[in-house]
């Protein structure tokens, strides 16, 4: 998942990539703190998303989801 579209306007990559870190952050905090997984699992994870990228907006809320990759990004 090593792309993110940035369907946002008025947001250049940079911005969303800092927004991705604060996503980050708050997702920790929400879940009490703490994340905690095995590396394997994320790589795992990363290989079963291999034809999938992370699509975002970013307006009054910023949203995320999870997309097959779009061909000509792959």
Not at 3 to 12: G, Q, R, V
Not at 17 to 27: D, E, M, P, S, V
């Amino acid at each position: 998942m090593s792309k993110i579209l940035n369907l946002s306007a008025h947001t250049s990559d940079e911005e969303l990539q800092h927004i991705t870190n604060l996503l980050l952050f708050h997702l920790v905090e929400r879940c009490g703190g703490q994340i905690q997984f095995k590396l394997e699992d994320a790589h795992r994870v990363r290989e079963s998303l291999t034809t999938k990228m992370v699509q975002m907006q970013v307006g009054d809320e910023v949203r995320l989801r999870i997309i097959d990759r779009l061909p000509e990004l792959s």
